[in-house]
């Protein structure tokens, strides 16, 4: 008899904590590893870690984002997403600039309980390279909403 459960994708990222950090690590337009993606996912673990807020966050390394501009000299992206909370998608993080406003925006993001922020409750730097806000999703089946 068939499983019918789905079946995870290569691009999949389980989630073992409250909340998660992902970085891209795989470039689309180089078809290849992403030496920047790997260099932030260390320098944003360690600095999660540093924070504290390590009980409260995975960082972990995932497929392309599709976020990033090419040969633009900061092709990172870091999204953030929880259960029941609105995702977050960050372009244009340069790995060799200090961590502090993600780090800072985790703390925001671990104390709201949708994830739903404004512009003016997001670090400055962080507003300026704002991808997505997207609402947390509604999963409906035959039996109804679940969530």
Known sequence: MDDPRPK???????????????VCKACKH?????KPGFD???????????ADLGETFEVSGT?????????????CVVGYRATEKAT??????????PLDDLVD??????????????????PQRLCDTTL????AAMIVTR???IQ
């Open 8 to 22: 995870a994708r290569s691009y999949s990222v389980a989630q073992s904590a409250p909340h998660q950090i992902l």
């Open 40 to 50: 932030l996912l260390k320098k944003l673990h360690a600095a999660i870690a540093a």
């Open 63 to 75: 497929a392309c984002l599709a976020g990033c501009v090419p040969d633009h000299g900061a092709p």
């Open 143 to 145: 039996e109804g909403a």
């Open 88 to 97: 977050w998608l960050f372009g244009d993080i340069d790995p060799d600039q």
């Open 30 to 34: 180089k078809g290849d590893a992403c």
């Open 105 to 122: 925006f985790a703390r925001s993001y671990a104390a709201v309980d949708d994830g739903w922020m404004t512009g003016r409750d997001l």
């Open 132 to 135: 997505a806000r997207i609402p």
